[in-house]
Structures are given as structure tokens and as C-alpha cells.
């Protein structure tokens, strides 16, 4: 069992042979102190100050057409799972009904839903829509993403 993560007042410098025996000092990050939860670990993705993730204009217009031939109702799900060439991959899909926890978007009066544990993963992204000679297609603009697949749709963290 991992020892629990101490509070950022906790932690003192001190030496330490991982830095070659040099002084350290304590690693302080303000925006995180609020989030902070004893015996817990902090993910730096989830901290943002802005909506998590947006859609561009392009993809609003695209999703306003594509769901405008739907049900009444009917809301565009993008997710991120496990999967593709690069270790996660975004799905769309076309729904009716929406979690309690899912973030939702406005995309020109449509709804776009975005799942609690995928927000963590695009956390400021920006959903796009590219229409090119080659083809058209959601483009997600992570800045998570360490790595892409040349098709777009998978990635790695």
C-alpha cells in the first residue's frame, strides 16, 4: 500500500539522493491547495479555471445539422476510451438522455455531452470539425495528448 500523499504545508525540504544529495525545497503549486484531499491523489488535468472543454464554431454548425434530422431530443455524446493505435481514442455517438455528472456544451442550440471521467482526459479541448478535400471529420485539439495517430482520433497521455 502507497503511503498517503502529505498536504503541501507538510512536506519539507531537506537532502535527498534521488537529486544527488543537493538541498530540495517543497513543491508548491497554489491553484492546486483548494483541490488538495489528504490520502488522495491530485490529478493536474482536472484543474482548470475556464470550461473544461469547448466546440468551435465549425463543429457547432456541423452538429446543428446533424442533429437537426435526429429525434427531438437527441444529444451528441463524445467520450474517450481505451483503444486505437495510440492508447485512447474519442467516440461519438448520438443519444437521448444524459447522466447527472455529464458536462454539457451548447452547440447553436444542441446539446453536447461530455461524460466526468472523459472531461478529465480533455481537459482544454476544443472540439473542432475539419471539412478537407481528403475528407471531413471531429478533430478534438487536446493539449493533454502527447501523441496522435495520423487519423485523429486516438491518442496518448
Known amino acids: 500500500m502507497a503511503a498517503p500523499i502529505p498536504a503541501p504545508d507538510q512536506v519539507r525540504g531537506g537532502t ?12 508548491e503549486i497554489p491553484a492546486l491547495r ?8 491530485v490529478s ?11 466546440v468551435s464554431d465549425r ?6 445539422a446533424i442533429l437537426a434530422k435526429e429525434p427531438e431530443g437527441a444529444m451528441l455524446r463524445v467520450a474517450v ?8 481514442q474519442y467516440k461519438f455517438d448520438i443519444v437521448t438522455s444524459r447522466e447527472d455528472d455529464d ?4 452547440a447553436n442550440g444542441y446539446s453536447v455531452l461530455v461524460d ?21 471529420a471531429f478533430k478534438i485539439e487536446n493539449p493533454n495528448a502527447t501523441a496522435a495517430c495520423g487519423c485523429g ?5
Open 16 to 27: 535527498s539522493p534521488v537529486n544527488g544529495g543537493r538541498e530540495s525545497r517543497p513543491l
Open 34 to 41: 483548494p483541490y488538495f484531499r489528504p490520502n488522495r491523489r
Open 44 to 54: 493536474l488535468m482536472t484543474v482548470t479555471e475556464t470550461t473544461p472543454v469547448t
Open 59 to 64: 463543429a457547432a454548425k456541423r452538429i446543428a
Open 81 to 88: 476510451e481505451g483503444g486505437g493505435c495510440s492508447g485512447f
Open 103 to 106: 458536462l454539457v456544451l451548447d
Open 116 to 136: 466526468s471521467v472523459s472531461v478529465d482526459y480533455m481537459a482544454g479541448s476544443v472540439i473542432d470539425f475539419s471539412d478537407e478535400l481528403i475528407g471531413a
Open 153 to 157: 482520433t486516438s491518442f496518448s497521455l
